[in-house]
């Protein structure tokens, strides 16, 4: 492994190393010792791009970090004094100060009970993976020294992930820390040490002390790892899949029909998973790739001639996004879209089966809004065949599907499409008053409108209105 000076030279380190100069000189002036700490070390041996600064300070950490904060010319900070921490918030780097400090914890509860301020070693300790109990002294005189008391260097070589502790001990504390060692093999492609997969496996229970909250966000970061079926494969080997998100549990080991697809759902869904990955950094895709079966195995049935089907898997699953989104508490624009694309995931596929019309592609337009895009990628994610012929001909006929959307002119006007003709104005031709009729008249025209009958113009769906209006009265 390269020395960490000369990491350090690296040009694309260079707004960092000016923090770690005014930060250690900082420290040296005022007679502390200043460390950088965990994923900072870990990111910076392994030579990966770094988002953030971790500084751990060896005495009170948020007076320190005013003191850098107007060193930065920054004048703020964000303190948490129970922590002895402080956020020191810049747009390209966020930096965190502490306080060496140990914690104590009950066993219904992942928050500390206890806080009390220690040396480097004692925080060091208490940190969830070796690979992230590490730290390098940024003082002037001692910069760039090293202490790696658990053998972080060496786990990092052999691609290991491991507890500095015992694993029981460290799991019990954070049980949140057993569904990090998921994402940090997801996110570094390392293997979990045996010890810990069999702690994780003991203790996966201890999960339910965790909020949903943060249960939501660590998986949300095993969903943006750039291969995330690794982590997610974890979590249903241990058993926390079933705790955290039970629907994609059942898909495990259960068979479905092999024509384009894996016959087993969990290993499909995890495909399509890792191909929306590969075609979209976008965390929503990438959720909806997974949750775009989840109703398969409740639909599941056998039938005689085509083996396995899931009616309505579809529509049924747009409707389990509603309990996915209170269990794991979701935004509603998150649960709104998750729904969008999981209920319309099969339509593309039905354009590319069947005779397509341009009618039936500005259906399927204006179903889809503004996340037509995302949704024709999920579909050529959802092409999980091994078969290379196969492979072509349905990527010839999405192409197909495309440039027929491509030719639709009235593409943008369908993202928000609605009847050119106002409602104020369908009750003065139809002499009508407000109601339900009204709405069915402005369906029909939009009706018209889709099927090419009239076109989307606000003259042409008058006249369409006066020659239906007597139906109507």
């Known amino acids: 492994m390269a020395n960490i000076k000369e990491i350090l030279n690296s040009s694309k380190y260079d707004s960092i190393k000016v923090v770690l100069n005014k930060a250690g000189n900082l420290g040296d002036s005022e007679g502390i010792d200043v460390y950088v700490v965990g994923g900072f070390v870990r990111d910076l041996l392994m030579g990966n791009t770094i988002n953030d600064i971790d500084i751990m300070t060896i005495g009170e950490g948020i007076p320190f970090a005013k003191k850098l904060a107007y060193e930065l010319g920054h004048k703020k900070i964000v303190p948490f004094k129970k922590f002895g921490t402080a956020l020191i918030p810049r747009k390209d780097l966020q930096i965190e100060v502490a306080t060496a400090r140990k914690e104590s914890y009950t066993d219904d509860s992942r928050k500390p009970s206890e806080i009390t301020y220690t040396d480097l070693e004692g925080d060091l300790l208490r940190r969830d993976f070796t690979i992230n109990a590490m730290a390098m002294n940024i003082g002037p005189s001692r910069f760039g020294e090293l202490t790696d008391p658990f053998g972080g260097i060496s786990d990092i070589e052999k691609k290991i992930i491991k507890t500095p502790l015992s694993p029981d001990e460290t799991f019990s504390e954070d049980p949140l820390r057993m569904m990090r060692a998921a994402y940090f093999a997801s996110k570094l492609g390392f293997d979990i040490e045996n010890d810990c997969r069999r702690s994780i496996k003991e203790q996966a229970s201890r999960i339910s002390i965790v909020s949903s909250e943060r249960v939501r966000d660590e998986f949300i970061k095993i969903l943006n ?223 018209a409108i889709l099927e090419g009958e009239i076109q989307n113009t606000y003259d042409a769906a008058m006249e369409y209105l006066i020659k239906i209006k007597d139906d109507y009265s």
């Not at 179903?367 to 349905?394: F, H, S």
Request: proline residues 3%; positive net charge; glycine residues 4%.
């Open 225 to 447: 790892t750039i291969k995330p079926s690794i982590g997610l494969i974890i979590l249903q080997k241990t058993g926390l899949m079933e705790l955290v998100f039970p629907e994609i549990h059942k898909m495990y080991g259960m068979d479905q029909t092999s024509e384009w697809h894996h016959k087993d759902i969990f290993a499909h869904t995890l495909q399509v998973l890792d191909n929306a990955a590969q075609l979209s950094e976008k965390m929503e895709l990438r959720f909806a790739a997974l949750v775009h079966d989840i109703a398969k195995p409740i639909t599941r049935k056998i039938d005689k001639k085509k083996g396995y089907t899931f009616h309505g898997h579809d529509a049924i699953g747009e409707k389990m996004i509603d309990v996915v989104a209170e269990r794991m508490k979701l935004s509603n624009d998150l649960k709104h879209y998750l729904k969008k694309l999981t209920l319309l995931h099969l339509r593309p596929i039905a354009l590319v089966k069947d005779i397509v019309t341009d009618s039936a592609v500005r259906r399927l337009m204006v179903a889809a809004g503004e996340n037509l895009d995302d949704l024709m990628i999920l579909c050529r994610a959802d092409i999980t065949t091994k078969n290379p012929k196969r492979v072509k001909q349905y990527m010839k006929n999405f192409q197909k599907v495309e440039e027929k959307m491509a030719n639709v002119v009235e593409r943008d006007a369908m993202v928000a499409f609605q009847s050119p003709v106002r409602g104020e104005e369908i009750m003065s031709v139809c002499g009508l008053n407000e109601g339900r009729t009204i709405g069915v008249i402005k369906k029909s025209i939009e009706e």
